[in-house]
């Protein structure tokens, strides 16, 4: 249904990579914040849900913005800065504990929100702009079809990365446990917090610490993995985004724009210009 003659255009893969990898890593820290919200600091799944508030403040800032930094400066400029906020937030969130305040963990997920708004918003922009426009409903599914791999692929990567990580950290905290208990609380937390709820005294709380500080370790990893993965996204967005808009098949830059140097880039400049 795709004709793959179209990433031939460095303008659609640059812009189709970065929104992928952008989506796996918001998607895979969505899944992994919502658990530590409600299973690590406590909170009901509304007020997880209202927690998540900083992340759709961050687009409705970030969008309306892009156009006039896009404008000012050029897609791949603008891209690649919106691109450094997603690893430069989920690194940060590694070291987010059981005492970290909202105050700080709302901050990460504003900025995770403004780095996807100016990533996304350009960078869908690149891909409409980078077809045919007999092909236009073809770009605007690939756009979202890469969205959904992206997101798809950090919850599962991401997830079986977690799942693995706890599970060999809950190994000596379930020793004690009956087997079929020891599998359940290993699982993931929690299961764990349930069981640490049916036992009785400080077997339960123990129980309930060490399945938090396994989830902790576990994400903290991820966090940093997921950094790794969206920085090398970063680069590649910066080594290999045309800066300006091509005309669909040519090497002819079709709109004007102005660089930093605040230098009129004609229309007929040549790509590699």
Same mark, same amino acid.
């Given at each position: 249904m795709v004709d793959l003659k179209l990433f031939k255009n460095?303008?659609?893969? $640059?812009?189709?990579?970065?929104?992928?990898?952008?989506?796996?890593?918001?998607?895979?820290?969505?899944?992994?914040?919502?658990?530590?919200?409600?299973?690590?600091?406590?909170?009901?799944?509304?007020?997880?849900?209202?927690?998540m508030v900083p992340l759709a403040m961050g687009f409705m800032v970030g969008v309306p913005t892009s156009a006039t930094l896009v404008s000012r400066f050029n897609s791949r400029t603008v891209? /690649?800065?919106?691109?450094?906020?997603?690893?430069?937030?989920?690194?940060?969130? *590694?070291?987010?504990?059981? !005492?970290?305040?909202?105050?700080?963990?709302?901050?990460?997920?504003?900025?995770?929100?403004?780095?996807?708004?100016? /990533?996304?918003?350009?960078?869908?922009? $690149?891909?409409? #702009? #980078?077809?045919? !426009?007999?092909? =236009?409903?073809?770009?605007?599914?690939?756009?979202?079809?890469?969205?959904?791999?992206?997101?798809?692929?950090?919850?599962?990567?991401?997830?079986?990365?977690?799942?693995?990580?706890?599970?060999?950290?809950?190994?000596? $905290?379930?020793?004690?446990?009956?087997?079929?208990? #020891?599998?359940?609380?290993?699982?993931?937390?929690? =299961? *764990?917090?349930?069981? *640490?709820?049916q036992l009785e005294g400080t077997a339960g709380e123990a129980l309930a610490i060490a399945s938090k500080n396994a989830f902790i370790d576990g994400t903290s990893t991820v966090y940093i993995i997921g950094g790794i993965v969206a920085f090398v996204g970063t680069v590649l967005v910066w080594r290999f985004m045309p800066a300006y808009d091509l005309a669909p098949g040519t090497d002819e830059v079709t709109i004007d724009d102005k660089g930093s140097s605040g230098e009129l880039a004609t229309a007929t400049a040549r790509a590699d210009q």
């Open positions: 460095a303008r659609l893969s $640059a812009a189709a990579g970065s929104i992928g990898i952008a989506f796996m890593a918001m998607l895979g820290m969505m899944f992994m914040l919502t658990q530590y919200l409600q299973f690590v600091q406590g909170y009901s799944p509304l007020d997880t849900g209202f927690r891209m /690649t800065a919106g691109m450094l906020f997603v690893p430069i937030a989920m690194v940060s969130m *590694a070291f987010l504990d059981v !005492e970290t305040t909202f105050w700080l963990t709302g901050s990460l997920v504003f900025l995770m929100g403004l780095g996807m708004a100016n /990533t996304m918003a350009p960078a869908t922009d $690149a891909v409409m #702009a #980078a077809v045919p !426009e007999a092909q =236009a409903v073809v770009g605007s599914a690939l756009n979202d079809t890469v969205r959904q791999i992206g997101g798809a692929l950090g919850v599962g990567i991401f997830g079986s990365i977690l799942s693995s990580i706890y599970a060999s950290s809950m190994v000596g $905290a379930v020793s004690d446990l009956p087997g079929d208990l #020891a599998a359940v609380a290993s699982n993931q937390i929690g =299961a *764990a917090l349930h069981v *640490a709820g």
